[in-house]
């Protein structure tokens, strides 16, 4: 992949992050806000931040925060748009539909075909 495609991608995970953090924060003041303030037991516990926000987070985000995480980490060991399953290229077309995209479209849809057989 090049590396404007590479940037683009990078800036648009962290921006679906921040997004999803800023939702979690809103979330947590509004829980806090009846709360005693901040113990230093708390303050302790809020250095594992990643971990202390996916608490407050919905399902639902904290898998795509998990997604999220995953692609930027392929993004900085560069194997980011590569398939998990046989290192094909996923393809820029796809991963701009799919950016969390870990597999191409043929692996893809052998693990649905798969999937479909234990259903
Ligand atoms: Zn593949």
Redesign the pocket.
């Known amino acids: 992949m090049n590396a404007t495609n590479l940037r683009f991608f990078k800036a648009f995970l962290l921006n679906e992050k921040s997004s999803i953090l800023n939702k979690s924060n809103e979330f947590r003041s509004e829980q806090s806000s009846e709360k005693t303030p901040i113990s230093d037991e708390a303050e302790l516990a809020s250095k594992d931040l990643s971990m202390n926000l996916s608490i407050h987070l919905h399902e639902r985000d904290r898998s795509q925060l998990m997604m999220i995480e995953r692609a930027l980490g392929k993004i900085s060991d560069g194997s980011y748009g590569q398939?998990e399953?046989?290192?094909?290229e996923i393809g820029d077309k796809r991963l701009k539909a799919r950016p969390f995209a870990v597999?191409?479209i043929?692996?893809m849809e052998e693990q649905e075909g798969r999937n479909s057989y234990l259903n």
């Open positions: 398939c399953s046989c290192d094909a597999l191409c043929d692996c």
